[in-house]
């Protein structure tokens, strides 16, 4: 009886500590997962928040890309628009440049005539125009009836 009564005793303590040992466990566990929830409410609201600062930048970057896009186009006309008026430059350039030469011909003409009235004695000076219609475009891409003068005789300054 007494060392059923001891065995009993130390059933009873051990049993005892391994109750406390589960509760502590228990204890424990319950700590965890409390822990693991936090965490995932932590990431979850990190997840949530960089989710909405990469909407946000997603939204800048369209927008960015937007703009890149008109100013190209703006750009690309803006290039065409500049290839154009320099083709007008250049003809306008050619143009000049016939001028001028028809205008130095004219000089020499004048001169050459010039002497040949005082080298035939005669005092005054004859000046004729000739005039041609043709139609010349404009820069708006309408038809104009111009007139050309060609005067003969007279002396037209080169700067012209």
Known sequence: VTSSSQ???TSSHQLTELRREMQNL???????LSTKSSLENSLAETES???CLLQ???AQ?????EELASIRCEIEG???EYKMLLGIKMRLEQEIQQYRALLQEGQQDLVASQGAFQGGGKSSQSYSASYSHSQCGDMSGKSTLCKHIIFSGLHLPQHL
């Open 7 to 9: 065995d009993i005793q």
């Open 26 to 32: 228990e204890i424990e566990l319950q700590a965890q």
């Open 49 to 51: 928040r960089y989710s």
């Open 56 to 58: 946000q930048i997603q």
């Open 61 to 65: 970057i369209n927008c960015i890309e």
């Open 78 to 80: 803006q290039s065409q």
